[in-house]
């Protein structure tokens, strides 16, 4: 199983933007599918973003062109810059990752967009 840690969530104005951070523990993370999830309050959680091995990206359609996920394989970490958020960007972020069949979440990180 692979153990997930993520940072960098908060409150942030309409408009503003925030980076969330998913370390991963493993020797072979840079071989992982990575991604982001995201769950509102009543609704069910939703992939927003995700990275494969060879660094291709997938995005939700309401977060194109707002939303870049990246990932660092030296830190084994994968980012979400979220810029331009809107209060419909509200819920827990969860960091997904895939390998061997096997799939592992994170704990969560609360993003409030609110004024």
């Known amino acids: 199983q692979v153990q997930l840690v993520e940072s960098g969530g908060g409150l942030v104005q309409p408009g503003g933007s925030l980076r969330l951070s998913c370390a991963a523990s493993?020797?072979?993370?840079?071989?992982?599918?990575m991604g982001w999830y995201r769950q509102a309050p009543g609704k069910q959680r939703e992939l927003v973003a995700s990275i494969f091995s060879a660094g291709t990206t997938r995005y939700a359609d309401s977060v194109k062109g707002r939303f870049t996920i990246s990932r660092d394989n030296a830190k084994n970490t994968v980012y979400l810059q979220m810029n331009s958020l809107k209060p419909e960007d509200t819920a827990v972020y969860y960091c997904?990752?895939?390998?061997?069949?096997?799939?592992?979440w994170g704990q969560g990180t609360q993003v409030t967009v609110s004024s």
């Open positions: 493993g020797s072979i993370f840079s071989t992982y599918a």
């Open positions: 997904n990752a895939r390998v061997a069949g096997l799939v592992s």
